[in-house]
């Protein structure tokens, strides 16, 4: 029978929890030992702040370690939870797929801006889904496909599109693989984009856990960006949109690459760090 000092209440589980992952490494671990115990006691943060003294039962206790020890090995905590909110929607996210980015709604907010509406739009590797989604959620009238090398991806992109309850066009293959013959008034994408060299020195919830074939971009990371640009004209209408996310200063080589290959109307959009992050033309 435990005694006093070894019940494990929210309070010290929460206290214990964090003191674990500062040793970790982990940079908010008070907050994400407080979100991964909500998930666990199936609480909001006021309902653990409300139940401060109550001792957790074997169950919790053991689902709570799991979660905490996942964390400690510095695993995201978005596939712990299985979550991640995009443009004020909840996907489901696992290891099969990159963790949708808030920089990445730059993308989106550009895309619907130029976008009319309505036509057909292409979201080339589609991994959550968060873009494919959230494009189709806010342009209804619109006809949005998608396509990912990973049936995985595809498999999730899928369910949350079910759950959020919006109509996408799903293809497995490569880039433009599956679309011979086929135009599109728009077509995003945030490709991989990592430099190969620079991938050992990303953060370990990144390097050990994100999936490889959703960031490696090749020797300078602009691999993808040499294979979408050239082949988007046959794959675009007169009049239709490319747009891209870019890494870190990337941004002038892709503009380049559009305006060699016939691109107009050129842009640049900011991220909210002020970082140059999304780049596109149109196709006159
Ligand atoms: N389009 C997806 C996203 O923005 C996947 C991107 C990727 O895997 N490179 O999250």
């Known amino acids: 029978m435990a005694n006093q000092q070894e019940t494990w209440t929210v309070?010290?589980?929460?206290?214990?929890?964090?003191?674990f992952l500062v040793q970790k490494g982990v940079e908010n671990a008070r907050l994400e030992s407080e979100w991964m115990l909500c998930a666990v006691l199936g609480l909001d943060r006021m309902g653990l702040y409300v139940n401060f003294d109550k001792p957790l039962t074997d169950v919790e206790l053991a689902g709570y370690r799991d979660m905490v020890t996942r964390r400690g090995r510095r695993e995201p905590l978005q596939y712990i939870l299985g979550s991640q909110e995009f443009m004020g929607m909840e996907f489901e996210v696992s290891p099969a797929v990159?963790?949708?980015?808030?920089?990445?709604?730059?993308?989106?907010?550009?895309?619907?801006?130029r976008a009319g509406g309505e036509g057909s739009l292409l979201?080339?590797?589609?991994?959550?889904?968060?873009?494919?989604?959230?494009?189709?959620?806010?342009l209804p009238k619109a006809t949005v496909s998608g396509v990912d090398s990973s049936p995985q991806a595809?498999?999730?992109?899928?369910?949350?599109?079910?759950?959020?309850?919006?109509a996408i066009a799903l293809y497995e293959g490569s880039l433009f693989g599956p679309f011979t013959g086929r135009r599109f008034d728009l077509i995003v994408s945030n490709p991989p984009y990592i430099p190969t060299a620079d991938l050992e020195t990303l953060q370990p919830e990144v390097r050990d856990y994100e999936p490889l074939q959703a960031l490696d971009g090749g020797a300078d990371g602009l691999d993808f960006y040499r294979l979408i640009v050239p082949a988007a004209p046959g794959h675009l209408s007169h009049g239709g949109w490319l747009l891209f996310e870019?890494?870190?200063?990337?941004?002038?080589?892709?503009?380049?690459?559009?305006?060699?290959?016939?691109?107009?109307?050129?842009?640049?959009?900011?991220?909210?760090?002020?970082?140059?992050?999304?780049?596109?033309?149109?196709?006159?």
Do not use: W, Y
Request: glycine content about 12%.
């Open 98 to 113: 990159l963790i949708p980015r808030h920089d990445t709604e730059v993308l989106v907010a550009e895309a619907v801006a």
């Open 246 to 284: 870019v890494g870190i200063g990337q941004a002038e080589a892709v503009r380049e690459m559009l305006g060699r290959t016939g691109f107009s109307e050129l842009f640049v959009a900011k991220d909210p760090n002020g970082i140059d992050r999304v780049v596109g033309g149109r196709l006159l």
């Open 154 to 166: 595809l498999a999730l992109a899928q369910k949350n599109a079910d759950k959020l309850g919006v």
């Open 11 to 19: 309070l010290r589980i929460l206290a214990r929890s964090k003191e």
């Open 123 to 138: 979201d080339i590797g589609v991994g959550s889904g968060c873009v494919t989604v959230a494009l189709a959620s806010a």
